[in-house]
């Protein structure tokens, strides 16, 4: 199974400041054939079911606002949130849909400073 | 609008079963994959199983293989999992998912709001 790390585990940003997530996995998910890496990013707010933010590793889900960019190739990939706002309080995951079973990360909690 | 609408959970002792389903409206079902995520209470995510839009192929994760099924109903537009031998790390919210696409399985857009099943004696 390919394993995901996220670094760190929380944050705490003030608001309007940026917040980067970093999220590892123990084999590379870049599929050579089409050049795209498989994973993809989730925001879960409280008491919410989680929700989609990015897919290809970089490609915004539509309706999601531009302050949320992903980034990365291989094993190593970072989401950021470039303005934090109060309705971005929440656990992020990072999830590989390269192999089977398909796995996330552990979470991140982003918080308000 | 897509709706992904789950329903069943509940108490259960150790070793009992339980159905859960999950009602889907506002796309194409047979068209999509769909998917079980499970979340035990103050956890991460985890995949546990997926069947393709026709329904023909099924995929488990390993902690549930041979104790949990996945079958859909295209007719009703809606998914079910049978959860048999119920353990009490199967305690947990249950989401169905879409997947990407019917015979690909990718990320999940849009969940449902959770069922939740708590095992216990």
């Known amino acids: 199974d390919i394993v995901m790390t996220q670094s760190p585990d929380s944050l705490a940003v003030s608001l309007g400041e940026r917040a980067t997530i970093n999220c590892k996995s123990s084999q590379s998910v870049l599929y050579s054939s089409n050049n795209k890496n498989f994973l993809a990013w989730y925001q879960q707010k409280p008491g919410q079911a989680p929700e989609l933010l990015i897919y290809w590793a970089s490609t915004r889900e539509s309706g999601v606002p531009d302050r949320f960019s992903g980034s990365g190739s291989g094993t190593d990939f970072t989401l950021t949130i470039s303005s934090l706002q109060a309705e971005d309080v929440a656990v992020y995951y990072c999830q590989q849909y390269y192999s089977t079973p398909r796995t996330f990360g552990q979470g991140t909690k982003v918080e308000i400073k | 609008e897509v709706l992904l609408l789950e329903s069943g959970g509940g108490l259960v002792q150790p070793g009992g079963s339980l159905r859960l389903s999950c009602a889907a409206s506002g796309f194409t079902f047979s068209n999509y994959a769909m998917s079980w995520v499970r979340q035990a209470p103050g956890k991460g995510l985890e995949w546990v199983s997926a069947?393709?839009?026709?329904?023909?192929?099924?995929y488990y994760a390993d902690s549930v293989k041979g104790r949990f099924t996945i079958s859909r109903d295209n007719s009703k537009n809606t998914l079910y999992l049978q959860m048999n031998s119920l353990r009490a790390d199967d305690t947990a919210v249950y989401y169905c998912?879409?997947?990407?696409?019917?015979?690909?399985?990718?990320?999940?857009?849009?969940w449902g709001q959770g069922t939740l099943v708590t095992v216990s004696s």
């Open positions: 069947i393709s839009g026709g329904g023909g192929g099924t």
């Open positions: 998912a879409r997947d990407s696409h019917s015979n690909s399985y990718y990320w999940f857009d849009p």
